[in-house]
């Protein structure tokens, strides 16, 4: 068997690990067990459909999954899925709807460490919240999160929980930071190419204290902090969901956690090309 320890959960698989995953060497037994199910067991459903005890997650030629109360994830490999692409759907998707069903908020973001603490920047695909968190972190901050943020609350605030050392870019945005893309090894297909994988020495491997959010916004807004119910539908937007039916009231865990994240944390709008700008950079780099 193989561990890992991602988002704050040691993980067990039977399957290979990428050597970018944090290894999970503690004595304790595992929170998440991995395994590969038979064909005999695979789900019958056609489509993605999210619940609190048993969620399963269709990704036609690629993956079926069960994720069962948080604890087991049953995976059936498809013809197109690779070894490297299984685990990146584990640790994407199929995680991400562990740790939901284990009551943390899952958001669609990259998360940075400042001195002042972490910062979730959240954004739909293509946003640029990853070329973001890459440049900050060549600018030296700790990277926390890409992709998957998951927020749990504690006695002392909201918590990111860290992830593994990689930020995912599309070509042009490693050009953007100064990479060659072609010297950056492959981690993912895409529609717009093949994603690249940017390795980063510098890791938080402790949940970091969340002290800011940035959303980056697809139409055009002002740099500003929001508030209220501007606050809680800005990050409500950026939940990280892949396609899949909910059961009734699901979403009501969700709506709760980001009321109490928004009730602690300061919350900031941003359009992308605004993103680069003085005041941005310096609320980023700060923290402050």
Known sequence: MNRARLYGLGIETEFFLPDWFVLDTSSRGPDVIVRIGSPQG???????QFGAERSVLVF???LDADV?????????PGPECDEKMLALLVAGPALAVALRQRGSLVLHGS???ASEGCIAILGPSGSGKSTA????V???????ADDVVAITPSMNGQRVQPAYPLVKLWPEAARLIGRDPTELPVVEAGDRGLKRGLRVSDFATDPAPLSKVVVIRPDQVDFASIRGPEAVKAISDNLYVPPYRVEEGQWKGDFSS?????SEVEVFQVEREALSGPAVQGLLERGD
């Open 42 to 48: 695979k789900p019958a459903a056609d489509s993605s």
């Open 60 to 62: 036609p030629g690629w």
């Open 111 to 113: 998360a940075v460490r």
């Open 258 to 262: 980001i009321a109490a994240l928004v």
């Open 68 to 76: 069962l109360d948080g604890r087991e994830i049953v995976v059936h």
């Open 133 to 136: 968190a890459a440049r900050l």
């Open 138 to 144: 060549e600018s030296g901050l700790q990277l926390v």
